[in-house]
């Protein structure tokens, strides 16, 4: 065996810095004698020495290169889970770039409206509509893009991402680990069962071929495992990570919005599309109005059905105040009393970590990995999807201004540690090293 082959072979046999530099040693000591030292530096004996050890001490090390690849970045979980890798990773040990597609005229880009810092490589046709001939030309491109970046690692998140993209990594003839992160599933609530059966077929295939599965919370995973999407030996829980800017004052917060101080708000933030049921929203609304509550509603958010959600709203005379999308979710936070969640499925609702975060109580339907950010009866509640039962949960919070303060202490300690960002950097980091 050669001496180029030994160092090949035990340089990637190595993974701790101790044993690489102890196998540097033994290397150099035989790659570079000391004669060989002589005839290059002279006799020199400290510039000797000082060449020696850098080499010795200084092993020369391969970055680790990342291709992340997501359909769109727009406003939404995994593109603020996404922005955090991007600009956390150690950059001395990796190399990352960031492959994405447009987002569709009714979607906020969050490249360009929090993320800007961030550069992404655009892709036609990999965004939200699905159409044959897009579809290929995205997958020919991503080809293109794997052959010349050559990733160690080629880590894709959600749905169409994860079909296109591993499937080109499997195309390109480029080994590569791959990983793909479910921010949730497609399981139900989205398709009838004849198309969500072909998800699941699909999802199965592209199991087969893929290293490690991402899901951001163990009932995610569980439902994945359940479908026989994969072996839960595949599977990594893998939660998100956030980081807050700091957060004005209460009065601080409703002055900028122009909201009055003497009212008790509450906030629903996201995307106003169907699965996230803005009119299971409004008639929880409407019951608290009947009972006279005195609570008065903030809506964060743009989405499809925004339109006539107002429409709705303004037809029943409902106490709320449409903010559209807001970059701002900080100074949302401040001004809202309680955050309401009222969707059919979810993966980790980041707004929920948010909320927490920001010291809020919650009261959410009980899907995907919810129960794994908030604790019923302790930092918020959980329910069903009763609109009743939300009102109940209110009604409690309403009037018991302590509980609320409890709650919202509660669910501060339980997020801020569980869900910081360098954790999930640091997570996403060490697995990577251990895969390469």
């Not at 990999?126 to 020919?140: E, H, P, W």
Request: aromatic share 6%; glycine share 6%.
């Amino acid at each position: 065996m050669s001496a180029t082959t030994r160092f090949r072979n035990a340089f990637f046999l190595a993974s701790a810095p101790q044993q690489i530099s102890r196998i540097s040693e033994k290397l150099i000591k035989s790659l570079f004698p000391i004669k060989f030292l002589n005839s290059k530096l002279g006799t020199n004996q400290k510039l000797q020495e000082r060449r020696y050890n850098h080499l010795v001490t200084n092993p020369v090390t391969k970055k680790i290169k990342v291709m992340r690849i997501i359909a769109r970045m727009n406003v939404g979980g995994p593109a603020v889970q996404i922005s955090g890798l991007m600009r956390h990773f150690d950059e001395t040990k990796f190399e990352q770039i960031l492959v994405t597609g447009y987002c569709a005229e009714d979607e906020s880009d969050y490249l360009e409206t929090s993320a800007t810092d961030i550069t992404a490589t655009r892709i036609e046709g990999l965004g939200r509509s699905i159409s044959l001939f897009g579809d290929l030309k995205s997958l020919l491109q991503l080809i293109k893009l794997i052959r010349k970046f050559k990733p160690d690692v080629v880590h894709t998140h959600t749905a169409k991402a994860g079909v296109v993209g591993r499937i080109a990594s499997l195309l390109s003839g480029h080994r590569s680990v791959r990983i793909h992160t479910f921010h949730g599933h497609l399981l139900h609530g989205y398709f009838g069962k004849f198309k969500t059966q072909l998800v699941i077929v699909l999802e199965r295939s592209l199991a087969l071929f893929t290293t490690k599965i991402f899901a951001v919370g163990s009932k995610v995973r569980d439902d994945l495992v359940q479908a026989k999407i994969a072996k839960s030996s595949k599977f990594v829980v893998m939660p998100p990570g956030l980081e807050l800017r700091n957060i004005p004052t209460r009065e601080e917060a409703l002055a900028a919005l122009g909201l009055n101080q003497a009212n008790m708000y509450v906030s629903f933030i996201g995307r106003i599309t169907q699965i996230k049921r803005p009119d299971r929203f409004l008639e929880v609304v409407e019951e608290s109005k009947k009972r006279n509550l005195n609570l008065n509603f903030i809506v964060a958010g743009a989405g499809d059905l925004l339109e006539q959600t107002i429409k709705t709203a303004k037809a029943k005379d409902l106490p709320i105040t449409f903010l559209g999308w807001r970059e701002d979710i900080e100074l949302i936070l401040a001004a809202s009393d309680i955050v309401i969640l009222t969707s059919d499925n979810e993966g980790m609702p980041l707004s929920l970590i948010q909320a927490g975060m920001a010291g809020k109580p919650v009261v959410s339907t009980n899907v995907g990995s919810v129960s794994e950010i908030v604790l019923d009866g302790s930092s918020g509640f959980i329910t069903d999807f009763n609109p009743t039962h939300f009102t109940d949960a209110l009604a409690r919070l309403r009037n018991d201004p302590n509980l609320a303060k409890a709650m919202g202490q509660t669910a501060k300690e339980i997020t801020t540690s569980k869900f910081g960002v360098m954790r999930l950097v640091n997570d996403h980091q060490n697995i990577y090293q251990t895969l390469c």
